[in-house]
T-cell receptor
Framework: SQTIHQWPATLVQPVGSPLSLECTVE??????LYWYRQAAGRGLQLLFY??????ISSEVPQNLSASRPQDRQFILSSKKLLLSDSGFYLC????????????FGSGTQLSVL | GNSVTQMEGPVTLSEEAFLTINCTYT??????LFWYVQYPGEGLQLLLK?????DKGSNKGFEATYRKETTSFHLEKGSVQVSDSAVYFC???????????FGSGTRLLVRP
């Protein structure tokens, strides 16, 4: 069966520090991978998605970047965190748009102070 | 643009009460509609979906009907249980886009 791992679960970082959140998927190959963010009181916003190794699409301009160094690994990064980067970050994977189903990790609560 | 609006929570109910969580949407094209649920300490899971007007999605006693005339996809359950306490997200996807657009989530708390 397929599983998705995301870590850490919580993270407190000072403004200006770097960020690296990692997500890995097991039990499937060539998944589509997604990073979502939920800011307080707002919906889940798609940040990045990837349909293959090294292929990253960015949905919104921001202080974050994403990379996919391996088929089942998706990394969210920042060189210098801003206060506005605080939020709940969710990684997800799906087979293709027509499958209409995403599988989510348990999320990372990031607090930038 | 495409967006989802759902009622603010938290919604607090007693066990066996009737549940409605409102969800309305705006979309270009022909969206598919979803409800996802996030139980405490877990990731989001697909609860139910509907892909065209008048379709009814159902799962675990929950139902939602795709109403094109009112652009709504309200989630209902006839008798909630304590184990239904979670955050519920309404979402849409337009055509074959990779992007799922979510509402802000509604927290449901069911008391025994």
């Amino acid at each position: 069966s397929q599983t998705i791992h995301q870590w850490p679960a919580t993270l407190v970082q000072p403004v200006g520090s770097p960020l690296s959140l990692e997500c890995t998927v097991e039990g499937t190959s060539n998944p589509n991978l997604y990073w979502y963010r939920q800011a307080a009181g707002r919906g889940l916003q798609l940040l990045f998605y990837s349909v293959g190794i090294g292929q990253i699409s960015s949905e919104v301009p921001q202080n974050l970047s994403a990379s996919r160094p391996q088929d089942r690994q998706f990394i969210l990064s920042s060189k210098k965190l801003l206060l506005s980067d605080s939020g709940f970050y969710l990684c997800a994977w799906g087979r293709d748009p027509q499958s209409e189903k995403l599988f989510f990790g348990s999320g990372t609560q990031l607090s930038v102070l | 643009g495409n967006s989802v609006t759902q009622m603010e929570g938290p919604v607090t109910l007693s066990e066996e009460a009737f549940l409605t969580i409102n969800c309305t949407y705006t979309a270009t094209g022909y969206p598919s509609l979803f409800w996802y649920v996030q139980y405490p300490g877990e990731g989001l899971q697909l609860l139910l979906k509907a892909t065209k007007a008048d379709d009814k999605g159902s799962n675990k006693g929950f139902e939602a009907t795709y109403r094109k005339e009112t652009t709504s996809f309200h989630l209902e359950k006839g008798s909630v249980q304590v184990s239904d306490s979670a955050v519920y997200f309404c979402a849409l996807r337009v055509d074959s886009s990779y992007k799922l657009i979510f509402g802000s989530g509604t927290r449901l708390l069911v008391r025994p």
